[in-house]
């Protein structure tokens, strides 16, 4: 998993958008299991996290 994910699994918001701010970071990256960022933030209940990530353009419709 990338950080983002870990971020974004464990409901860290402040990380979560400090990492999506560095344009090198993947956000639309997959686990082995097919976890994107959403995803995982999603099964681990951090609503507010989905939400955050949701607003952000860069995220792929087929990652949501």
Same mark, same amino acid.
């Given at each position: 998993q990338t950080? =983002?994910?870990c971020a974004a699994r464990d409901? &860290? =918001?402040d990380v979560v958008t400090i990492l999506f701010m560095d344009s090198r970071i993947d956000?639309?990256?997959v686990d082995k299991n097919g976890g994107s960022a959403v995803t995982l933030a999603a099964w681990n209940g951090h609503d507010t996290?989905? &939400?955050l990530l949701l607003q952000y353009e860069k995220i792929n419709n087929e990652t949501r």
């Open positions: 950080s =983002l994910m409901g &860290k =918001l956000v639309n990256a996290t989905v &939400k």
